[in-house]
């Protein structure tokens, strides 16, 4: 319309400039200088038509998660129904549908599917269960588009969506192991979780009726009894009259060791040695075990409270890769004698009445997981008065409104191994209060025993870095000891129950200690690197699980939609007015005797 406007009025000025008085001439004129204006600027020549829409199916898995395929099946029906034009089908990817599709895509993701429509200037019918990944990306559709929810019909089915678990352990040790369990859209009755290693159960629990949509998480403790090396942890849930087996079983590699990586001994447990002990686990990823003195001579295993022997916790230490010694650090003896790995001294302080705050974190090899801490918000902690001294420190602290200041940890290598001295407690206020100072509690200690156990006697070159894995998401490689020297790996897989064998090539970066690969299909997987084998377990893809629809169907999209507008040089009459206009103005002017 502005286009119009313009031509307009530049063809009226200039005809009322050449012909004040004469309205014939005038009127010719000014038809034939809108034309030619209207001409230039492409103006509009008509109403504009709104493009028929495009036509997207859910194309996921979910479809077929309760086992019946009339739901899918009525789906592409609908979408036929809506186009004459083929039927584009999004999830993974956005592609054109063949003639038979199937719904395996293991992920629904519908942003790129707005980005072709706003490409094209379509509005969009979208046909889905209502299960979106990511359905913020739903606004930016074209204006005019439309979602058809067909939800799924009510259910009963339970499913294991997490599993926590150390991805290693001690043969015959007993493991805490946290699994998370979601109803669908029915209450279910009583049933039972079973935690199975290599096949063998190793232990079952009840599991009490759900509600719909509930969620828990249920505490197993199972004793590791297998044979060494990489095996297959699995928690399996049972309920009567479950509809869809194929996410009853949620399972993770863990390597099974005779001896354990990691051991923590604690001769004054506190809440100091409680909550190190989980960040110890998840950060090493090797077999450990904690013994903690309850009374003189008198020792305890973690987990089972078994009675131990105080010579087998001796042994313990000695023999470990990594040695934590909490408390009393010489009650062993010398403690970089009595010990022969990697050794972490942590120092309880018996002065109860200062108050000390962590204020900064010099340049050390931990200096990087602890850049983002924001020191002001951490509670206080106890410092014992004597400085630990090293090559380095970690963690500098300050009295309260005081300036005395000290180190609180410190480390360095010494007789080729590597030892931090922590002589400060109180670091369990961190965690006890959640949010960043729980952050900030398991970056410091992360960071210490992962450096202490950079030089871990791994031997495989390469292994999974992730515990859990579905379909669909990329598969994370860590680098081994056997890889120190070579940023190129090859991995040779065979997927069991096949004789095919698979091979991956990781390449790590200058530095990198992790690699990145394509996702792969469901199954477990016998894995060969240089230096030893793994076993990788890819579970079921999410689309599996039971989870309430994300959207509701309705108009959708506030973007602009171009839309179908003729255009003013596509029509044939436009050239021809604008002459003819042009050759009667003439005619006129010379029979009144003009120029």
Same mark, same amino acid.
């Given at each position: 319309m502005l286009s119009w406007i313009i031509a307009v009025a530049i063809g009226a000025g200039i005809a009322a400039w050449l012909y004040p008085r004469r309205w014939v001439p005038a009127a010719l004129r000014a038809i034939a200088i809108a034309l030619g204006v209207a001409l230039l600027l492409d103006a509009p020549a008509g109403p504009r038509h709104p493009l028929p829409p495009l036509v997207a199916l859910d194309a996921s898995e979910s479809w077929t998660r309760d086992g019946d395929t009339a739901l899918w099946n009525g789906a592409r029906r609908r979408a036929q129904s809506l186009t004459p034009d083929s039927v584009l089908l999004f999830g993974d990817s956005v592609l054109r549908a063949p003639r038979t599709p199937e719904p395996a895509d293991v992920s629904t993701r519908a942003r790129a599917l707005a980005v072709r429509a706003l490409g094209a200037g379509r509005p969009l019918d979208l046909i889905t269960d209502g299960e979106i990944d990511d359905p913020a990306a739903l606004p930016g559709f074209p204006a005019g588009s439309r979602i058809v929810v067909l939800a799924h019909p009510p259910v009963r089915d339970v499913a294991v969506v997490s599993l926590d678990a150390p991805r290693a352990a001690v043969s015959g040790d007993t493991v805490e192991l946290h699994v998370g369990v979601r109803a669908d859209s029915l209450a279910t009755p009583l049933g039972s979780i079973r935690i199975l290693l290599g096949g063998r159960v190793l232990t079952s629990v009840a599991l009490d009726s759900m509600p719909a949509r509930a969620e828990r998480t249920i505490t197993v403790r199972a004793p590791i009894v297998g044979p060494v090396g990489p095996s297959v942890l699995d928690a399996v849930v049972t309920v009567p009259g479950d509809r869809e087996a194929r996410n009853d079983t949620l399972g993770m590699a863990v390597d099974v060791a005779r001896a354990a990586g990691a051991v923590l001994a604690s001769t004054s447990p506190d809440f100091d040695a409680r909550f190190v002990l989980p960040v110890l686990r998840g950060a090493v990823e090797l077999p450990t075990r904690a013994y903690y003195r309850v009374a003189p001579g008198q020792w305890r295993q973690d987990g089972s409270l078994a009675p131990v022997d105080e010579r087998?916790?001796?042994?313990?230490?000695?023999?470990?890769?990594?040695? *934590?010694?909490?408390? !009393?650090? %010489?009650?062993?003896?010398?403690?970089?004698?009595?010990? &022969?790995?990697?050794?972490?001294?942590?120092?309880? %302080?018996?002065?109860?009445?200062?108050?000390? #705050?962590? *204020?900064?974190?010099?340049?050390?090899?931990?200096?990087?997981?602890?850049?983002?801490?924001?020191? !002001? %918000?951490? =509670?206080? *902690?106890?410092? %014992? =008065?004597?400085?630990?001294?090293?090559?380095?420190?970690?963690?500098?602290?300050? /009295?309260?409104?005081?300036?005395?200041? /000290?180190?609180?940890?410190?480390?360095? &290598?010494?007789?080729?191994r590597r030892v931090v001295v922590v002589s400060a407690s109180g670091f369990w206020r961190w965690q006890f209060r959640g949010g960043a100072s729980a952050d900030a509690f398991v970056a410091l200690w992360g960071s210490i025993f992962d450096w202490l156990s950079a030089e871990r006697p791994d031997p495989r070159a390469a292994m999974p870095a992730d515990g859990v894995v579905r379909a669909g998401d990329a598969l994370r490689w860590r680098r081994g000891t056997a890889a120190s020297k070579d940023s190129v790996v090859r991995v040779v897989l065979r997927r069991r129950g096949t004789a095919r064998n698979d091979s991956?090539?990781?390449?790590?970066?200058?530095?990198?200690?992790?690699?990145?690969? !394509? =996702?792969?299909? =469901?199954?477990? #997987? !016998?894995?060969?690197?240089?230096?030893?084998?793994?076993?990788?377990?890819?579970?079921?893809?999410?689309?599996?699980?039971?989870?309430?629809?994300?959207v509701r169907g309705g108009p959708v999209g506030g973007a602009t939609s171009f839309g179908d507008q003729p255009r003013l040089r596509d029509m044939w009459w436009s050239y021809i007015a604008l002459i003819a206009a042009l050759c009667i103005e003439w005619l006129l002017r010379r029979r009144r005797g003009l120029r």
């Open positions: 087998t916790v001796k042994g313990a230490m000695h023999d470990a890769p990594l040695a *934590i010694l909490h408390g !009393d650090t %010489s009650y062993f003896g010398a403690p970089r004698t009595a010990m &022969t790995g990697s050794l972490a001294l942590i120092v309880p %302080s018996a002065d109860t009445t200062g108050e000390w #705050y962590a *204020i900064d974190a010099p340049p050390s090899p931990i200096a990087g997981a602890l850049a983002g801490i924001v020191w !002001d %918000s951490l =509670p206080p *902690i106890t410092v %014992s =008065p004597r400085a630990p001294t090293g090559e380095w420190e970690a963690l500098t602290v300050a /009295r309260a409104r005081q300036y005395d200041r /000290r180190p609180a940890i410190a480390g360095g &290598t010494a007789q080729g991956l090539t990781l390449r790590f970066g200058a530095g990198a200690t992790v690699a990145q690969t !394509d =996702p792969m299909p =469901p199954g477990v #997987y !016998d894995v060969r690197v240089i230096g030893g084998a793994a076993v990788l377990v890819v579970n079921p893809s999410r689309e599996l699980l039971p989870r309430a629809g994300a």
